[in-house]
């Protein structure tokens, strides 16, 4: 199975540095995603592993095999765009076939190959129609049967999903993640949706500006964000700008500007009169209990769970997201007043940012 190793990748164009100085491991075996914002690094970093870009330095290994500089058929990797690409005046099988063919195997291997991606697809019985008379979600599994009968086991995945509806996206995921499993691939999966990544990911490798925000395995990256970006970008956070007031151990109070102090357990090097941030996820903050008094101002209900937003004293606004179990048994109504808490050991604590909090998380 392939191991692609990424040792100090940089690549720019123009003025614009696409991937600053990356290294990364991707083991056999695992299914990783790259995750970041739109204009991150992204595609440019797949690409280069593809082979249909060459960094500017840097080198790429792919079974400990350098190819920075080899062709991209020469790397035993395929890569899949979110554009089908699918040729419409050709069957589903001659569309698999058709790079089979170009490559010199004869029919019956080809036969064979094709018929079992499809059987793996689950398109067994598709094999004659054509692609107009497929969904979306069909199609894009012929794409990746297209892939799949190349015998490859390292799998670039370009937004596979992302011109799919909602319903159809949820289908294709799961096939993609029963198909990696089943096959033993490994497989690198490029998107900027965090629901995706974290529900296919053996590890998220999580971009910002071309540059490694954070690694880890999605419980990793969701429980234990190493930054203001990743608390923001992964998930759903409250952000709270304030001051360093006191310092107890790893217990850090942060005042925040309308008085309000909030308190997080922390490993960092604070010290007092610091600038801080503290983030905590919408849905560890606790109503019905606690010292703080929110009016509730606004409720979206959206399913599984419901957004509620109270105003703090002060004017500032927090959203809350409560489980629909717990929605359906409490009456919420706008105007009401609630009580909150925020649990300390729920609260991430961060070095405030050079550029300011709005600067960090603009690129989102």
């Known amino acids: 199975m392939p191991r692609v190793v990424l040792e100090k990748v940089s690549k720019k164009f123009e003025r614009v540095a696409a991937l600053e100085n990356i290294s990364l491991t991707f083991e ?47 790397r035993g990797a395929v890569y899949m765009h979110q554009q089908y690409a699918l040729f419409p005046h050709l069957t589903v099988s001659q569309n698999i076939s058709f790079g089979l063919t170009s490559r010199g195997l004869d029919k019956d291997t080809i036969k064979k190959k094709v018929s079992d991606a499809l059987e793996i697809v689950k398109l067994s019985e598709w094999g004659d129609a054509y692609p107009r008379e497929l969904s979306g979600g069909m199609q894009q599994r012929v794409a ?92 759903e956070s409250v952000f709270f700008e304030g001051v360093v007031t006191k310092i107890d151990g790893r217990l850090v109070s942060i005042e925040l500007r309308n008085g309000m102090t909030v308190e997080a357990l922390s490993s960092d090097n604070f010290s007092q009169g610091e600038l801080a941030v503290a983030a905590v996820r919408c849905e560890d903050i606790i109503v019905g209990e606690g010292p703080l008094m929110g009016l509730l101002k606004e409720v979206n209900f959206l399913g599984g769970f419901s957004k509620l937003t109270f105003e703090l004293p002060g004017g500032l606004k927090i959203p809350v997201n409560i489980p629909l179990s717990k929605f359906i048994k409490t009456d919420f109504r706008i105007g009401m007043g609630f009580q909150l808490a925020i649990p300390r050991e729920k609260v991430h604590v961060f070095k405030y940012p050079y550029m300011g909090l709005a600067k960090e998380i603009e690129a989102v």
Request: aromatic share 6%; glycine share 8%; net charge negative.
């Open 28 to 74: 056999d075996g695992d299914y990783s995603c790259i995750l970041g914002p739109t204009g991150s690094g992204k595609t440019t970093l797949l690409k280069v592993i593809a082979g249909l870009v060459e960094p500017d330095s840097g080198d790429v290994y792919i079974d400990d095999k350098r190819v920075t500089e080899a062709p991209p058929e020469k």
């Open 144 to 235: 990746l049967a297209r892939c799949l009968a190349t015998g490859v086991r390292l799998l670039l995945l370009d937004e596979p999903l992302g011109a799919l509806d909602a319903r159809l996206r949820l289908e294709v995921r799961g096939e993609l993640a029963r198909i990696a499993k089943e096959l033993n691939l490994t497989v690198i999966h490029v998107t900027h949706d965090q629901a995706e990544a974290m529900s296919l990911a053996d590890r998220l490798i999580l971009l910002k500006d071309g540059r490694v925000v954070q690694t880890g395995s999605p419980e990793e990256v969701y429980f234990n964000p190493n930054s203001v970006f990743s608390a923001y970008f992964v998930g």
